[in-house]
C-alpha cells in the first residue's frame, strides 16, 4: 500500500502558494522543499535544499526530502537551470522509488527560440525519460506575470508595443487546480497544454492594463526581430489545438487586482 505524502518542490512561489493548500485540502500530506530554511507551518514541513547548489549536499538533502514520498510534484523553476534542478531531482527521485513525478512546463517549449524554453524542453526529457511514471502539463504565461511586464512596461514614457507578439494568460488558480487533480490522478504523461480563455496582442494587454488605472500612454511598435520575431508571429507560444482554456480573463484579474 502506497502512502499520500507528496513533495512539492516551489511551494512558496506564485503557483505553489496556491497547489499546497488545494492538496492539503485533499487530504494529502504535503513536504515543501525549499532554497531558503523555513519554519514548518499549517502542517507543512519545509526542506532546505537548493537545487542548483553544491550537488553533493543537494544529494544528501534530496533523499531526505523523499524519504516516504509517494508523488513528486515540481514546480520550481527560474530565469536559467531548470534543466539541471530537474535532472538532480529525478535522478534522487528514482533513488527513491517514487510513484509519480508531475512536472509542470510551458506552451511552446519545443518552438521558441528562447533560453528559459530551451532549458523547459530539456528538463521535459529529464522527466520523460526519467523511467517513472510521470504527468507533464504545459501552461500559458499566468497573469501575475502579464501584470509584471506590462507594469514594468507602462513606466516608461513611451510604452513599447512588440509587434504580431500574442499572449494567452491563464489565471494561476486554475492551473493550481488542474495540477492538483493530476497529482491525484494516475500517471498520464504529457496531458493538453493549458492556457487563458483569450488571445491579446500585447498591446491590447497594455491598453487594458492602463484602461483599469483610469491612464493613457503614448504607445510605440516596435518589431521583434530575427528567429524569435518569427516564432510569435507564428503563434508558437499559443495553445495548440486539443488544448484546454480555462475562464478567468485578463479583465478580471485586472478588476481585482485594482478593485475595480
Known sequence: MTNNLVLVTGGTGTLGRQVVPLLRAAGRAVRVLS???????????YVRCDLLGD???????LDGALAGVDT????????????????????????????????ISVIGADKVPLGYFRSKLAAEEA??????????????????????????????????VPGGVRWEPVDVREVAARLVELTLDEPAGAVPDLAGPTVYEMGELTRRFLAAQ???????????????GRAYRAGDNLAPDGAEHGRRTWEEFLAERFAL
Not at 502539463?137 to 513606466?155: C, G, I, P, S, Y
Open 55 to 61: 550537488p553533493a549536499e543537494a544529494d544528501v538533502r
Open 35 to 45: 532554497r531558503q530554511a523555513r519554519a514548518a507551518g499549517d502542517g507543512v514541513p
Open 214 to 228: 483610469g491612464r493613457r500612454f503614448r504607445q510605440m511598435p516596435v518589431r521583434v526581430p530575427g528567429e524569435l
Open 127 to 160: 522527466v520523460t525519460g526519467s523511467g517513472l511514471p510521470y504527468t507533464v502539463l504545459r501552461a500559458a504565461q499566468f497573469h501575475d506575470l502579464a501584470f509584471t511586464v506590462v507594469e514594468k512596461m507602462t513606466k516608461l514614457p513611451v510604452v513599447p
Open 72 to 103: 513528486v510534484l515540481h514546480l520550481a523553476g527560474g530565469p536559467k537551470g531548470d534543466d539541471e534542478a530537474t535532472r538532480r531531482l529525478v535522478a534522487a527521485a528514482r533513488r527513491a522509488g517514487v510513484r509519480h513525478l508531475v512536472y
